[in-house]
């Protein structure tokens, strides 16, 4: 499908969004939860089959926190993190799947910063446990965990940054190299986090930017799921419908 011939408007449709949201829900071979919220309006809905959920790799988590830590002047974006590679650098490279990029981020913007925070944006349902890395003999991690509604919060600190160029350039097309690439780069541009690795779980946290500005918020949830792709098809179903 040409994503140039999606999104072509302002409008915003919420109940048509919260109708593919109890679509979604339906879907078979896994447990789901949505979040969606028109920023212009603050009008939002959160539609989930309950409980937590495992979200793979925490790419928002530890982003949302750098971005956030960097608006109060805790730790600057431009804050050397790895050679000559700052924190900023190392969250572009997060955004496409690179693993390591995070956990370099997390060796600076420390376990705990990243808990504390949390703790203090009320986002109480959200564990962050660490990065689970895929070479021979990596440790184990526990599941990172949380809820529509709090990944939401996330995502609504980094919109609220979007009107500064810099923040843009590092959370625009999260979707590059994944099965959703075919959504970018059509008449609305997309921002944010999408987890990556072989993981239990799944996050698909997106900003939409619409002709004339607006911005709808969308997130996905999905673990125990049945096969790959099952998150990518749930969002496709948001999309579509806005």
Not at 55 to 80: F, H, Q, R, W
Not at 184 to 201: C, D, H, I, K
């Amino acid at each position: 499908m040409n994503p140039d011939t999606l999104v072509t408007s302002s409008s915003v449709s919420i109940s048509d969004l919260r109708n593919a949201a109890r679509d979604v829900l339906e879907l078979e071979g896994g447990h789901f939860g949505v979040a969606v919220k028109d920023f212009q309006t603050g009008e939002s809905f959160v539609e989930t089959e309950g409980g937590t959920f495992d979200i793979g790799s925490p790419e928002l988590i530890v982003c949302a926190c750098a971005i956030d830590l960097d608006g109060s002047g805790v730790m600057p974006l431009d804050t050397i993190s790895s050679r000559n590679e700052t924190i900023g650098d190392q969250i572009i490279m997060a955004r496409e799947g690179n693993l390591e990029a995070l956990t370099r981020i997390t060796g600076r913007v420390q376990p705990d910063l990243i808990r504390p925070w949390l703790a203090r944006k009320g986002f109480s349902s959200t564990t962050f446990s660490g990065i689970q890395l895929y070479w021979p003999g990596a440790p184990q991690v526990e599941p990172n965990k949380s809820t529509p509604s709090d990944c939401m919060g996330m995502l609504s600190l980094i919109e609220s940054r979007l009107d500064e160029a810099e923040i843009r350039r590092l959370v625009r097309n999260p979707f590059t190299r994944t099965d959703l690439e075919d959504l970018q780069g059509g008449a609305a541009t997309v921002y944010g986090f999408s987890s990556r690795g072989l993981n239990a779980g799944e996050c698909r946290a997106a900003i939409v930017s619409m002709p004339g500005g607006r911005r709808v918020g969308i997130v996905v949830l999905a673990d125990d799921l049945c096969c790959a792709g099952k998150a990518d098809v749930a969002f496709r179903m948001l999309w579509e419908s806005l």
